[in-house]
């Protein structure tokens, strides 16, 4: 509880300046319309299955604000049953606002959940915005700032992992040592067109603020791979997890395969009757237990189970179909709110209960064993895209190779000047050496360090900071990280 408060501590002095999405617009055109056809554009209003589920756990105190309501001028009366979702609150309906996402200055770990760390404003001047640039310009609405934990954290804050008040896992979407620079990779892909109306800097590109997910039918199907054999009546499935987080990581959702093998174009056997939750190696979903009776309310519940695949894992799936079987479909499926929340939400519209397809394979028998998968020209996209990297690869060594010297120099004469006295290249000092240092960290993370030590500090698992804030230049910063992890190899003797 008490975490909660020193969030709401920190969201307060954001109170006074908050500019809504649409003021965005007016200069980030393209990132507004893409934002508002994303699911953080969703919240208690126009998300029918979340207002549902909110309403079922509590009429009274509306505590899911503190991650689909963020941005909410009352957020500490919401949580504490003294206000509700209003439609008319622009911090309300904002939902997963552009202000807040760009003002997180770092995310905390508490023990139910990651926190989101508000940068301070000053009242009475612009606020500023956290992003990737270098070499910031002035502009009349904001000042932007660089900060390297944003590009790192910021999903964190709310997509790690949430436990409920009997500590049982409600989703779990991050290991504590992921980052997000995956996330952002997948979800927040560049596209073309400048981020910004001016377009000062005349970049081609920006990151996409659509952050398409499962409820994008293309998009979707890059998720996971699925290859089957046939041999003799035993039907063998590997189901391969692409992406950077567990299969199942909402638990209204079910995934699950729908197998028909056929004879002669009739169906001769199927891997469930009615339901499929009867396959249960073939149904990935979450199941709840209170006192060891199954319930459907997570909030709830006391005990958690979860038919999941890891990040980047594969599961093997064996079934016993009929030997004579001439031809096998396989699909898979999500169905946004499986049957179990019908039972307690009633009024849903289709598209939430109605199974979608995400990928479908098709086993030809009499020919090859061969799989035929629809969507295959993700595939040759993804080729192209691969190439795309290792030529920015080459480039990039090549551009590194030529300055490595040269940075060398600037980065020892940085170290002479800030942090020699506390550090030493090799051994130990006040501070760790550069060489232990270079073996564990990032440059990510040794800029954040050398930015915000007060704060990285206690993410390092530092109990108390003794390194004080030093003020470097963004090329001090650079050359000074460089040298650091010139020590990579180092080896003692
Ligand atoms: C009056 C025009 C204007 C408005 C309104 C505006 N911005 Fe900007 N913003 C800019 C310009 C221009 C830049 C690019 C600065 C540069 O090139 O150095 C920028 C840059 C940014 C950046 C940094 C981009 C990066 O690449 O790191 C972020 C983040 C950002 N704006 C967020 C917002 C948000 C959120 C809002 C609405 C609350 C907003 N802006 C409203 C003009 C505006
Ligand atoms: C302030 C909390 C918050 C932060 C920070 C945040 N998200 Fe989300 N995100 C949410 C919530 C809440 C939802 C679910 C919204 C809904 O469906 O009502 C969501 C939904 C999503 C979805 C699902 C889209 C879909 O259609 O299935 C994706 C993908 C996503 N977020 C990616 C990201 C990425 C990538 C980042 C980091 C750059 C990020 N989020 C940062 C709260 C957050
Ligand atoms: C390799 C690409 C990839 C990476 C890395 C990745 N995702 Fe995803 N994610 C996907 C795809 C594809 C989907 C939609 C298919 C699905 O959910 O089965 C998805 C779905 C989601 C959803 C919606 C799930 C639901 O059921 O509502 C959220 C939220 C999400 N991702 C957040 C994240 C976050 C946060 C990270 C960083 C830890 C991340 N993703 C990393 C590819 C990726
Ligand atoms: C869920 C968090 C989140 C939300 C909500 C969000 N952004 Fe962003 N934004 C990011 C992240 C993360 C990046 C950097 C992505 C990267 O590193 O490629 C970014 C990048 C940007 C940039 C720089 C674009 C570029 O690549 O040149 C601008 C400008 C921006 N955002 C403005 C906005 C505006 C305006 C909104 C609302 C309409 C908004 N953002 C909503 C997380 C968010
Ligand atoms: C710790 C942050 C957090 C809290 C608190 C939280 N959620 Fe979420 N919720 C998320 C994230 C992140 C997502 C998107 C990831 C996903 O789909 O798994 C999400 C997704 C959802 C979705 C799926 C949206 C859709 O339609 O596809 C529903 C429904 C939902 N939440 C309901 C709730 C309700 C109701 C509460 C309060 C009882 C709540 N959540 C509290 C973080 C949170
Ligand atoms: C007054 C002494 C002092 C100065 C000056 C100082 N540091 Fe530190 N530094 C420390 C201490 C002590 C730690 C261990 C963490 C802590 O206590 O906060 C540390 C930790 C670090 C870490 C993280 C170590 C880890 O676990 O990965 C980095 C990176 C770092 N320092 C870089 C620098 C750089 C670069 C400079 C100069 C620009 C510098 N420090 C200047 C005392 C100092």
């Not at 949430?162 to 927040?188: A, E, P, W």
Request: hydrophobic content about 35%.
């Amino acid at each position: 509880m008490r975490s909660i408060f020193i969030l709401l501590f920190l969201l307060n002095i954001i109170y006074a300046k908050y500019l809504s999405n649409e003021s965005c617009s007016e200069c980030h055109e393209k990132i507004y319309s893409e934002f508002q056809t994303s699911y953080h554009s969703k919240t208690y209003f126009n998300d029918q299955l979340h207002r549902k589920i909110a309403n079922k756990v509590s009429k009274k105190s509306y505590k899911c604000a503190i991650c689909h309501m963020p941005s909410a001028n009352n957020l500490d009366d919401l949580i504490s049953s003294k206000a509700r979702p209003d439609v008319k609150n622009v911090t309300h309906s904002d939902a997963i606002s552009c202000y807040f996402c760009h003002t997180i200055a770092y995310v905390k770990k508490s023990h139910k959940f990651f926190l989101n760390v508000k940068a301070k404003q000053v009242e009475g001047f612009k606020p500023s915005f956290y992003g990737t640039l270098r070499d910031v310009d002035h502009n009349d609405k904001h000042e932007s700032l660089k900060n390297p934990i944003y590009t790192k954290n910021v999903c964190k804050g709310c997509h790690a992992y949430k436990l409920n008040d009997y500590n049982t896992t409600v989703f779990r979407n991050m290991k504590d040592g992921d980052n997000s620079q995956s996330c952002i990779k997948c979800h927040m892909p560049k596209i073309d067109g400048g981020g910004e109306k001016f377009n000062r800097k005349s970049r081609m590109k920006h990151s996409s603020h659509r952050f398409l997910g499962i409820h994008d039918k293309a998009f979707r199907a890059t998720g996971v791979d699925i290859n089957a054999t046939f041999n003799s009546g035993n039907l063998n499935i590997k189901l391969k997890n692409k992406m950077g987080h567990p299969l199942i990581i909402q638990s209204a959702r079910a995934k699950f395969l729908k197998i028909d093998a056929f004879k002669d174009g009739k169906v001769i056997w199927q891997n469930y009757k009615d339901n499929p939750s009867e396959d249960k190696q073939g149904y990935f979903s979450s199941f709840y237990k209170k006192d060891g009776k199954k319930i459907i309310i997570p909030n709830l519940a006391t005990s958690a189970r979860f038919n999941n695949i890891d990040a980047n894992s594969t599961k093997v799936l064996q079934y016993s179909v009929p030997k004579n079987a001439d031809k096998i479909e396989i699909g898979f499926f999500v169905q946004f709110a499986k049957d179990d929340c019908l039972k307690v939400l009633d009024g849903l519209d289709k598209n939430y209960t109605t199974p979608q397809l995400i990928k479908r394979v098709k086993l030809e028998l009499n020919k090859w064993y061969k799989s035929k998968v629809e969507y295959q020209y993700f595939g040759i996209i993804n080729i192209i895209k691969g190439w795309r990297v290792l030529m920015n690869k080459v480039v990039v060594i090549s551009l590194v190779l030529s300055t490595l010297i040269f940075a060398d120099n600037a980065g020892k004469k940085v170290f002479e000047t800030y942090c020699w006295g506390c550090h030493h290249q090799t051994a130990v000092a006040f501070g760790p050496p550069f060489a232990q240092i270079a073996k564990k960290r990032s440059a990510d993370e040794i800029k954040a360090m050398i930015t915000d030590p007060e704060a990285v500090s206690k993410v390092f698992g530092y109990k108390r900071n003794a390194m004080p804030k030093l003020k470097l230049t963004p090329k001090e910063l650079d050359e000074i990280t460089k040298y650091i992890l010139s020590f990579k190899n180092y080896k003692d003797k």
